[in-house]
């Protein structure tokens, strides 16, 4: 198994849903890096569990510890370990999962990998649970990058169906960024983030769950960052993006939009913004080539529904063969995504810091 990613910052993840902890190591982070506590406890309770009725129940502080690396709020230039302890787990409820596959979840993929060995309780390694490292090293990134005039900024696009209304992430100011980013449910409607809650809040009532799009937008990153083919810049992303296990869908600017297109509404147009080089539209999301370009980078991710529901579903016993009906136990949410969109913040502010790094040693 490989939990790691990164060139110039190299995150590893470790921990299971319901092992003691789970936390991270950062290594090659450079020498006098502010490490703002604050702000890392900030975007953690964003991602954090009891938020609303549509989460989990799962009731945990998130409070991380860090272990060595750090020294008066400074990094040290050596590896920064971090853990985040898990105090709230019923492991009991996942007993019959030891060989039921619950449809939506990796019990039966993770069961034939690891030859029956993975820790199937609450997911284990494959639990969204696994992202919390993922925001802790995101909002350390985005700390460094915002002194550096990049902002980071998500919302929810999207839920079962409904579209979130505003202006675009692109032009948000900072000011803007942090209101949005201080929203328990982050749309720039509030009306459609009223009727998008109203919608996930039906689903539950259902015993079911329902999916939806978060957009991304890095705003500030400047022109030449990544490389083509096996380096572009939506390359690397893509592999954060998909280490968080909702995640099913990418598309960068105009997406899959461009299959309807002509050349000519798709190409983005270049003029001189007075001594910058800049673009029309941005129907190829800041990105030419495998080459950030100047202008924001526009991502959107999809958001599948929770799998774990309380509908009876169809499954298998793994180990007899035996086909069978299951309820999931347990504490889980209607609606992942508004709890996703830090996480997604936070992988977009990783892979810019570790473009922006480039191996040199920077100083805070």
């Avoid at 039921?100 to 997911?123: E, I, K, L, Q, W």
């Avoid at 350390?140 to 079962?160: C, D, H, T």
């Avoid at 002509?262 to 001594?275: C, K, T």
């Amino acid at each position: 198994m490989s939990s790691y990613w990164g060139k110039n910052f190299k995150l590893t993840v470790f921990g299971e849903s319901h092992s003691r902890g789970i936390g991270g190591v950062i290594d090659d982070l450079p020498a006098g890096i502010s490490v703002n506590m604050e702000a890392i406890e900030r975007m953690l309770a964003r991602r954090a569990t009891g938020m609303s009725a549509i989460t989990t129940a799962r009731k945990e502080p998130d409070k991380p510890e860090i272990l060595s690396g750090v020294f008066n709020g400074k990094t040290t230039g050596t590896p920064l370990a971090f853990v985040i302890y898990n105090s709230d787990q019923h492991s009991a409820d996942y007993s019959e999962l030891a060989e039921t596959a619950r449809p939506g979840h990796a019990d039966y993929s993770g069961f034939v990998r690891y030859g029956g060995y993975n820790d199937y309780r609450g997911g284990g390694h494959f639990s969204g649970r696994l992202t919390a490292p993922l925001v802790f090293a995101g909002a350390l990134a985005e700390v460094w990058l915002e002194s550096r005039g990049v902002y980071a900024a998500a919302r929810i696009k999207s839920i079962g169906g409904i579209e979130d209304e505003g202006p675009s992430l692109s032009d948000l100011g900072p000011d803007e960024i942090a209101a949005l980013k201080a929203k328990p449910f982050p749309t720039l409607s509030d009306e459609k983030g009223k009727r998008m809650y109203e919608l996930a809040m039906a689903a539950k009532s259902d015993l079911d769950s329902v999916g939806g799009v978060i957009e991304c937008s890095l705003n500030g990153l400047p022109a030449g960052l990544g490389d083509p083919i096996f380096g572009a810049f939506e390359s690397r992303l893509a592999e954060l993006l998909f280490a968080v296990p909702a995640v099913k869908g990418l598309e960068f600017g105009a997406g899959f939009g461009f299959a309807a297109m002509r050349g000519s509404e798709a190409n983005d147009e270049f003029y001189m913004d007075g001594p910058l080089v800049r673009t029309r539209t941005n129907n190829n999301g800041g990105i030419n080539g495998g080459i950030t370009n100047s202008m924001p980078v526009v991502f959107r991710v999809a958001v599948k529904p929770t799998p774990s529901i309380s509908k009876p579903q169809k499954t298998v016993n793994f180990r007899t063969g035996d086909d069978r009906e299951l309820v999931v136990k347990g504490r889980h949410d209607a609606c992942i995504v508004p709890r996703a969109v830090p996480v997604i913040e936070g992988c977009a502010a990783l892979c810019a810091m570790d473009f922006l790094l480039g191996g040199k040693k920077i100083n805070d």
